[in-house]
């Protein structure tokens, strides 16, 4: 038999049918349609808040407020080395745009910190606002160069 959207069908046992309450004694779901006794849980339209315990202070408020943010910290994108080194050629000029093109990092407002994880087999120039001392090694070791980016005060009072 062809298939065609006039005899398509569910896999045998993948759908249940709907649970009808409240449609007599017989069902086993007549009467209070399995809701219990009065109430407002009983009643339709009945929405539970989150969080909300009946009155009671909610666990949410009973315990003590800890910590704090700290709105001025830095931010860093973290980029490691075996990252540029998978994604890029030897003596290519690495920019943070460039990085963002290949898909290394996502473009936002954050400076860009060079981690000294994995291997680097070849000659790479990065530019970037911070190397860790193992990045900045490794890469030199392998014939690179590190060009730190200075960040304008202007620039720097924008970043969240």
Known sequence: ??????????AAGSTHKKKRVGRGPGSGLGKT???????????SGYSAKIGFEGGQMPL?????????????KKQWIEVSLASLDSRFEANEEITPELMHERGVIA????????????EV??????????????ARE????????????????????LQP
């Open 138 to 157: 490794k890469i030199e070791r392998a014939g690179g160069a590190v060009t730190l980016i200075e960040k304008s005060p202007v620039a720097d009072a």
């Open 33 to 43: 349609a399995g809701r219990g006794n009065k109430g407002q849980k009983s009643r």
């Open 60 to 72: 949410q408020r009973r315990l003590p407020k800890r910590g704090f943010t700290n709105i001025f």
């Open 121 to 134: 087999s070849k000659a790479l120039r990065v530019a970037a606002h911070r190397f860790t001392k193992s």
């Open 107 to 118: 473009k936002g407002r954050r400076d860009v910190v060079v981690l000294g994880t994995g």
């Open 1 to 10: 038999m062809a298939i065609g959207l006039n005899n398509l069908r569910p």
